[in-house]
């Protein structure tokens, strides 16, 4: 098996895709015991399927993912499957005061302490988060050349980072490798 490297990227076709992928690294943490105190942040920019991504990571665990939506305008969402987990996106974070005060005032740290997938985690300090957390980027990428019939619009890209689960990178094989993530996503 390949060893994932934190610049591997892997192309998601679809919506679909982009849930597979969010289901496998579910798996991956559950299978190695790291789901009762885990930050994964998800970064890139609006529209590339970070909440996608974490519909998938919570069918995985047995959540339903139509009940997922992006928390943007109440900052957190709780959600149950075989365990909870929040779901936080910190889009609008720090338009009324400081950004970490907010976070900190909202009583939003204290969901770091169990199962937690971020939206927008740069809102605030890179120091901020564990060190041990799992790093998604997702951004969008062109169609795979040659696709028969035409795709309706742009797939996706994610690599990963961070403190990442052994299995992860043989649940990724089904996925298209891209190559190397660029340096600036």
Known sequence: MTELTETDEYFLEDAQATM?????????LEEAGRLEAQVVTLEGPLGCGKTTFVQGFGAALG????????????????????TLFSHMDLYRLGEKEDPAAEFVGAGLEELLDGLSLVEWPGRLADSFWPEDRVRVFLREHPPKP??????????????????????LSGRLRAFPRLGKRPPDS
């Open 20 to 28: 597979e992928a969010g289901g496998a690294l579910a798996l991956s």
């Open 63 to 82: 959540a339903d993912p139509e009940g997922i939506v992006s928390p943007t305008f109440t900052l957190a969402a709780i959600h149950e499957g075989r």
């Open 146 to 167: 040659g696709k028969t019939p035409p795709q309706a619009g742009p797939g996706r890209a994610v690599s990963f980072s961070g403190s990442l689960p052994p299995a």
